[in-house]
């Protein structure tokens, strides 16, 4: 399987719009892999996309794509959909305000999130409507799994109440990919689909030390409902025997930079972070 990693940002971008802290100011200076996108994936076998963060169209571009067959959403946060609009730049016919044939795309959603997307909207009603009215998407609801081509497709969701998050495993001739970017707490690893992947993608967790302005997270912290520390990320990796692991979803806040993060790899075994860009092929 080949995938890029379009975007290896969190919920803000690196560099974060007018922030002159160390680490804004070297990726403004030097762009990827200091700079960092919203969190998105492409995995090319099936030209399938992965979240649309604000940046999509804009990444879509920077990583030469020249097809999108079908888009999946982990979940429907912000830093994850706020570029869904870009199915409608990439499908419109102008003359028409159609789509053009054969583009429309594919949109999988589990169950859980097919019942909650018309909660997206703009001033005209829920986005999904007018997509689907005008064939900018096609809507393909499935529960648990699914196959496109030759891949086959398992959701498993992170139970976080209304907000429910979902891991991802793509299966393709005996390899696997685990997808796991954001909101992982609880993350579901009794289930047997998570174990042993060729490749985890996950998000690191919380730093607890070196963050910005010195912070401290107590032990209280509301982020500590949605995510592991970076040690306990690393012992759950081991515990799911994953061949390799790529941390996603860098936050700005977490004040490391590209270097920074390179030399954290020098100490861990077969671990990577990702940066805007990256090609992996399993
Ligand atoms: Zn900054
Ligand atoms: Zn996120």
Same mark, same amino acid.
């Given at each position: ?133 005008? /064939? &900018? ?7 648990? +799994? !699914? %196959?496109?081509?030759?891949? *086959?497709? $398992? ?58 302005? /010195? &912070? ?7 982020? +500590? !409902? %949605?995510?592991?520390?970076? *040690?306990? $990320? ?49």
């Amino acid at each position: 399987m080949h995938v890029t990693v379009l975007g290896s940002g969190g919920c803000t971008v690196i560099p974060k719009p007018l922030c002159k802290c160390r680490v804004c100011r070297e990726a403004r200076e030097k762009g990827a892999p200091y700079a960092r996108t919203g969190p998105s994936i492409f995995v090319h076998d099936e030209n399938l996309l992965i979240d649309a963060p604000a940046e999509i169209a804009w990444q879509l571009n920077r990583a030469n794509i020249d097809r999108v067959d079908y888009l999946l959403f982990t979940h429907l946060d912000p830093d994850h959909v706020e570029g869904f609009r870009v199915v409608e730049q990439i499908t419109l016919d102008f003359r028409t305000w159609e789509a053009y044939g054969g583009k429309t795309i594919r949109l999988l959603l589990p169950q859980v999130l097919k019942d909650r997307i018309t909660d997206l909207k703009t001033i005209y009603g829920p986005l999904i409507d007018f997509y689907e009215q005008q /064939g &900018f998407v096609e809507c393909i609801g499935f529960d648990g +799994r !699914t %196959t496109i081509g030759q891949t *086959e497709i $398992t959701a498993i969701p992170v139970d976080r109440g209304s907000q429910t998050a979902f891991v991802y495993i793509f299966e393709k001739k005996g390899k696997k990919i685990v997808y796991a970017p954001c909101d992982i707490k609880p993350f579901p690893e009794h289930r047997d689909e998570v174990k042993h992947p060729n490749i985890l993608v996950i998000q690191p967790g919380i730093f607890e030390k070196g963050l910005k302005h /010195g &912070f401290r997270y107590p032990e209280n912290h509301i982020s +500590r !409902t %949605t995510l592991y520390t970076f *040690e306990e $990320t690393l012992a759950l990796a081991r515990r799911l025997k994953a061949d390799q692991v790529l941390f996603v979803h860098m936050e700005e806040y977490w004040n490391r930079g590209y270097d920074d993060y390179r030399a954290i790899e020098k100490n861990l075994k077969n671990m990577r972070f990702a940066h805007d860009g990256m090609r992996i092929t399993i």
